[in-house]
T-cell receptor
Framework: DTEVTQTPKHLVMGMTNKKSLKCEQH?????MYWYKQKAKKPPELMFV???????INESVPSRFSPECPNSSLLNLHLHALQPEDSALYLC????????????FGPGTRLTVT | DQQVKQNSPSLSVQEGRISILNCDYT??????FLWYKKYPAEGPTFLIS?????DKNEDGRFTVFLNKSAKHLSLHIVPSQPGDSAVYFC?????????FGKGTLLTVNP
């Protein structure tokens, strides 16, 4: 199984809502990542988890809150988002934190109204 | 300031011919380079990679060339097939972080 799954595929939320994005992998990978991709732009790194601990936060606003409950699961909790946060959110995993070869999920298309 | 540049937004080639996708980078600290391809509604998938200590890596129909002095890399696909039609991203790695280029849409015409 070389798949990274993400749910939901699409999400529409208001600025006062609280929602969560989920990401799962069963490859035994020990590093997991969140990326944000705006339209016509390349993906940009948001967070890195290494061995279930947050190792990199690319100065992401606190309205985005990552969580890694176990080695297979990665969540991104969303609260009080702004319309400019509308984007495709990609999750990825790699065998270990030092590996550049990452496996990506299909993404969650988020629209903030 | 874009550190990884793919200056051709799109490329169209005939089936059976060679596809050459180009990528330039500005950060000399990058030590690893990768190419990913992406189909619509799917995540990017790994294609081929090259370490900064090498100048060529080949895997079947795919070859990546690295010219460190020019800070340039290219992906050659020979022969091109219609199923290769996708967006191709050039990525560069440094300090365990990846930086993406904007991507090039390759269309292979039958």
């Amino acid at each position: 199984d070389t798949e990274v799954t993400q749910t939901p595929k699409h999400l529409v939320m208001g600025m006062t809502n609280k929602k969560s994005l989920k990401c799962e992998q069963h490859m035994g990978h020990r590093a997991m990542y969140w990326y944000k991709q705006k339209a016509k732009k390349p993906p940009e790194l948001m967070f890195v988890y290494s061995y279930e601990k947050l190792s990199i936060n690319e100065s992401v606003p606190s309205r985005f809150s990552p969580e890694c409950p176990n080695s297979s699961l990665l969540n991104l909790h969303l609260h009080a988002l702004q319309p400019e946060d509308s984007a495709l959110y990609l999750c990825a995993s790699s065998q270990d934190p030092g590996s550049y070869e990452q496996y990506f999920g299909p993404g969650t298309r988020l629209t903030v109204t | 300031d874009q550190q990884v540049k793919q200056n051709s937004p799109s490329l169209s080639v005939q089936e059976g011919r060679i596809s050459i996708l180009n990528c330039d980078y500005t950060n000399s600290m990058f030590d690893y380079f990768l190419w990913y391809k992406k189909y619509p509604a799917e995540g990017p998938t790994f294609l081929i990679s090259i370490s900064s200590i090498k100048d060529k890596n080949e895997d079947g129909r795919f070859t990546v060339f690295l010219n460190k002095s020019a800070k340039h890399l290219s992906l050659h696909i020979v022969p091109s097939q219609p199923g290769d039609s996708a967006v191709y991203f050039c990525l560069a790695g440094s300090n365990y972080k990846l930086t993406f280029g904007k991507g090039t849409l390759l269309t292979v015409n039958p």
